[in-house]
T-cell receptor, first 114, second 109 residues
């Protein structure tokens, strides 16, 4: 069964450093998402991406964040200058239609900023 | 925006017991999903159920869209069922998922 994959599974970085989290969505999917979960809290939407552009973003997704689909398979989230409060689990998801279709989640990347 | 509330917030069960988790949402939705977050933090997709009833082994779910709630049933619970259960819905006019605060389930042997 196709699945969403994410790398790395865990990343430790120092405050102020740039990080890139990588995702490979399911191959025939059209919509891609990033979500974030701070430890002990609920999962929060960050950004959605369709047709090579951002379709929606949350208030959390400020200028420090960017997303890119550099080739036909990868979908990346970049944090330019990490802060302590960026420590969280980051989930990538994808689905194959615009509205109301099941989203498939990757296993997550645990980001620790020290 | 749409509000998602889950109850109960915490639940402790003895192995073999049954339970019902509830998700209330404040507006009509196109998508509703139930997830189990395992001890490693992974979100395991249990059900995609914007309406109707589905069953998968010991788990089943029912969504009554007209009354804006969904129920997740766990029967004959096992210790491996422990973890956090999240309900998530789309925002109606948007396809982003909005998650509830979850139900923390602990199944004791």
């Amino acid at each position: 069964e196709p699945e969403v994959t994410q790398t790395p599974s865990h990343q430790v970085t120092q405050m102020g450093q740039e990080v890139i989290l990588r995702c490979v969505p399911i191959s025939n999917h059209l919509y891609f998402y990033w979500y974030r979960q701070i430890l002990g809290q609920k999962v929060e939407f960050l950004v959605s991406f369709y047709n090579n552009e951002i379709s929606e973003k949350s208030e959390i997704f400020d200028d420090q964040f960017s997303v890119e689909r550099p080739d036909g398979s990868n979908f990346t989230l970049k944090i330019r200058s990490t802060k302590l409060e960026d420590s969280a689990m980051y989930f990538c998801a994808s689905n194959d239609d615009r509205m109301g279709y099941e989203q498939y989640f990757g296993p997550g990347t645990r980001l620790t900023v020290t | 925006g749409i509000q998602v509330e889950q109850s109960p917030p915490d639940l402790i069960l003895q192995e073999g017991a049954n339970s019902t988790l509830r998700c209330n949402f404040s507006d009509s939705v196109n998508n509703l999903q139930w997830f189990h977050q395992n001890p490693w933090g992974q979100l395991i997709n249990l059900f995609y159920i914007p309406s109707g009833t589905k069953q998968n082994g010991r788990l089943s779910a029912t969504t009554v869209a007209t009354e804006r709630y969904s129920l997740l049933y766990i029967s004959s619970s096992q210790t491996t069922d422990s973890g956090v259960y999240f309900c998530a819905v789309d925002g109606g006019a948007t396809n982003k998922l909005i998650f509830g605060t979850g139900t923390l389930l602990a199944v004791q042997p």
